[in-house]
C-alpha cells in the first residue's frame, strides 16, 4: 500500500460531506453517493404529505454512506500496525520496510546527549565505560555485592522478579561483579580498575515528579593499591565541577549499603544559588547527588580480588536527576513519556 499519495476522487458535484468523499477510494460508494443525490433531489417532486417521511430514509442512508466512508478512510490512513521490538532485514527495499517514524524527524534524547557529556569527563579521567544490562539474576543484582539472603536491606530497591527468577536491574551496582572479574587480571600487572557503569535501571515505584519506574544511573568502581576515601571525595567532587562548570563544596554524611564500608551519602553545594538557598536545593543549599563508599572486602573477594593487597572506592547515582537539576525539569516522567513537545526542546 502507498501511505505517500492519498487517493483523490474527483465528488465535488456530491451533496454528501465533499472534503471526505473527495478521498473515497471506493468507486461502488461513490456510485451510491451519486444515488444518494438523485434521492435528495426526487423529494422535491413527491406530494407534500409523502415528503417528511421519504427524507428521513434518505438521511438515515446519508449517514449509513458516511459511516462507511470515514471507516474505510480511516483504514485507508491507518499505518499497518508493526511491532517494533520484531527485527525485520534492513536490507529490504525502503517501500517493504515496516513504517516507522524516520530518523531525520528525530532527536537525541537529553539523557543520552547528557550521557555523552558525562562519560566524556570520566573519560578524561581515564576511566573506561561499561555499559549495564537490562535482566539479570539474584547473585549479581545482590549476593555478590554482600547482601545476604532474606536481608531487609533487599526491600530497600523494590525491585521487579519474575516468577522464573530473572531480575530486571534495580541498580547499576549489579555489574561490580562482572566488571571486577573482568579487569582483575590488570591489577596484577599493575594497571587500576577505573570503570564507570551506564545503565537502565527499574524500580516497582510509587510514581510522582520525583519518582520513576524506569531511570538511568551510573555507577563507579575504582581499585588499586592503597586507594583510600580521600581519592572517592576528590574524583567525585572533580566530576561534579566539571558538570556544571562551577566550583563546587562537598560533604559526605554517613549511610547504609550491604556492598560499602564505610558508605555515605555525597551532599554538593547547590550550583544554582551557591549555598544561599533556592528551590531546587530546597532552601537547604545543599543537594544529596548520590551513594559511595569504599568497596567491601567480600564484594572484592566474591570477584577473586585479594582485599588484604588492594581496597578501592565505589558510587551510583542517578542520571535523570542531574539533568533534571541542570535544565530545570520539573517532572521525571517527561523522559520516559514519549512525548515529542518535550523532546524537541532538546536539539
Ligand atoms: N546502588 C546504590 C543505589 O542504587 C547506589 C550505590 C551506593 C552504588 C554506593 C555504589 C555504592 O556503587 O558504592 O542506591
Known amino acids: 500500500m502507498d501511505y505517500t499519495q492519498p487517493k483523490v476522487i474527483e465528488v465535488r458535484t456530491l451533496l454528501l460531506k465533499p472534503e471526505r468523499l473527495r478521498q473515497l477510494a471506493d468507486k461502488s460508494d461513490v456510485s451510491k453517493a451519486r444515488e444518494l443525490r438523485e434521492l435528495y433531489q426526487h423529494i422535491g417532486t413527491l406530494p407534500e404529505n409523502q415528503r417528511a417521511a421519504f427524507g428521513r430514509e434518505v438521511n438515515q442512508l446519508r449517514d449509513e454512506l458516511v459511516e462507511k466512508v470515514n471507516s474505510a478512510l480511516d483504514a485507508d490512513q491507518a499505518l499497518t500496525p508493526v511491532d517494533l521490538s520484531a527485527p525485520f532485514d534492513i536490507n529490504l527495499p525502503l517501500d517493504q520496510q515496516p513504517k516507522l517514524l524516520s530518523a531525520d524527524r528525530g532527536s537525541i534524547h537529553p539523557l543520552m546527549s547528557e550521557l555523552s557529556i558525562i562519560l566524556d569527563i570520566f573519560y578524561r579521567m581515564g576511566f573506561t565505560a561499561v555499559e549495564s544490562r537490562q535482566i539479570d539474576d539474584d547473585y549479581h543484582m545482590f549476593g555478590s555485592l554482600n547482601f545476604p539472603t532474606g536481608h531487609p536491606a533487599r526491600d530497600d530497591y523494590d525491585t521487579f522478579i519474575t516468577k522464573e527468577g530473572f531480575i530486571a536491574p534495580a541498580h547499576t551496582s549489579t555489574m561490580q561483579n562482572r566488571v571486577l572479574k573482568q579487569y582483575q587480571p590488570g591489577l596484577e600487572a599493575g594497571s587500576p580498575i577505573a570503570v564507570v557503569i551506564p545503565g537502565r535501571v527499574f524500580r516497582n515505584e510509587d510514581l510522582d515528579a520525583r519518582h520513576e519506574h524506569t531511570f538511568y544511573q551510573l555507577e563507579g568502581v ?12 576528590a574524583t567525585l567532587k572533580t566530576f561534579f565541577q566539571e558538570y556544571y562548570a562551577k566550583d563546587l563544596d562537598i560533604k559526605i554524611q554517613p549511610f547504609y549499603f550491604p556492598f560499602t564500608e564505610p558508605s555515605f551519602e555525597l551532599v554538593m553545594s ?18 544529596e547527588m548520590l551513594g559511595c563508599g569504599m568497596i567491601h572486602p567480600n564484594v572484592l573477594s566474591a570477584a577473586g580480588i585479594d582485599p588484604a593487597k588492594y581496597s578501592g572506592f565505589a558510587w551510583g547515582g542517578g542520571i535523570d536527576r542531574l539533568v533534571m537539576m541542570k535544565y530545570n525539569i520539573e517532572d521525571i516522567r517527561h523522559f520516559e513519556s514519549g512525548k515529542l513537545e518535550f523532546l524537541r526542546q532538546f536539539p
Not at 547547590?270 to 543537594?287: D, M, Y
Open 270 to 287: 547547590c550550583p544554582f544559588c551557591v549555598k544561599k538557598g533556592c528551590p531546587v536545593c530546597s532552601q537547604s543549599g545543599w543537594i
Open 222 to 233: 575504582y581499585v588499586d593499591r592503597s586507594v583510600h576515601a580521600g581519592n572517592l571525595l
